[in-house]
Nanobody
C-alpha cells in the first residue's frame, strides 16, 4: 500500500509562492503518474495538475496555467505555486496512479483513476 505524504503548505500572502511536495513513505514514485487535486469546503475536489511517470507530459487546469509548475524526481513530486490568490486557498492532495513507463497523464477520473491519496495539506492565502 503506497502511503503518500504532502508537505510545504501553509499561510501565504496574495501574490506569494509556495512549493508543495509529495513523497511516498518507504517507496519511490518513479512508476506512478502523480496528480495534485484541491478542495474547498462545499465544493467538489478538482484536479489541477498531473505529471506522467516519464515526466514527458504535464497537464494543468486552466486557472493555474502559467502560475503553477509540476515537476518530479524519482522520490518526490513537486508543485511550485506562484502568484497565489484567494481562490487558490484549499486543501491540496497528491494522488498516485500506477503507470510504469506512462508518457501521458490525465486529471479526469479522480478517485476512479488514482488509487492512492495523501491526507491533504492546507494552503491559506491571506493578507
Amino acid at each position: 500500500q503506497l502511503q503518500l505524504m504532502e508537505s510545504g503548505g501553509g499561510l501565504v500572502q496574495p501574490g506569494g509562492s509556495l512549493r508543495l511536495s509529495c513523497a511516498a513513505s518507504g517507496s519511490t514514485l518513479e512508476h506512478y503518474n502523480i496528480a495534485w487535486f484541491r478542495q474547498v469546503p462545499g465544493k467538489e475536489r478538482e484536479g489541477i495538475s498531473c505529471i506522467s511517470t516519464s515526466g514527458l507530459t504535464r497537464n494543468y487546469e486552466d486557472s493555474v496555467k502559467g502560475r503553477f509548475t509540476i515537476y518530479r524526481d524519482t522520490a518526490t513530486v513537486y508543485l511550485r505555486m506562484n502568484s497565489l490568490n484567494y481562490e487558490d486557498a484549499a486543501v491540496y492532495y497528491c494522488a498516485a496512479d500506477w503507470r510504469p513507463y506512462a508518457t501521458v497523464c490525465t486529471l479526469v477520473g479522480g478517485h476512479g483513476r488514482y488509487q492512492f491519496w495523501g491526507q491533504g495539506i492546507q494552503v491559506t492565502v491571506s493578507s
